[in-house]
């Protein structure tokens, strides 16, 4: 079974701040892509942000010289530092990693987490 656990969101005001986690844990092999999405009342689901395995990050246009995606492999940790934050950027951000377990394989969601910036 294998869990992801966000934390790291809230309210922040225009131009500020935030850094979002998410952990993996359980009966984790292997982890390859690690990315987060974004979801604003009524808009599709988004991405913002993805790492491969390897290291290769790709970023949405609009976040891109404003945020910064990393990982811990050594955590199963994928992290998302937004700067610059604007209130368009508001919307609830899901966390997204391939993982190989003992049986399976596939993509596991995190819970989401809300993002608000407003003054």
């Known amino acids: 079974q294998v869990q992801l656990v966000e934390s790291g969101g809230g309210l922040v005001q225009p131009g500020g701040s935030l850094r979002r986690s998410c952990a993996a844990s359980g009966s984790i092999f292997s982890i390859a892509a690690m990315g987060w999405y974004r979801q604003a009342p009524g808009n599709q689901r988004e991405l913002v942000a993805s790492i491969s395995s390897g290291g290769t990050r790709n970023y949405a246009d609009s976040v891109k010289g404003r945020f910064t995606i990393s990982r811990d492999n050594a955590k199963n940790t994928v992290y998302l530092q937004m700067n610059s934050l604007k209130p368009e950027d508001t919307a609830v951000y899901y966390c997204?990693?391939?993982?190989?377990?003992?049986?399976?394989?596939?993509?596991?969601w995190g819970q989401g987490t809300q993002v608000t910036v407003s003054s």
């Open positions: 997204k990693v391939w993982i190989r377990t003992g049986t399976s394989q596939g993509d596991y």
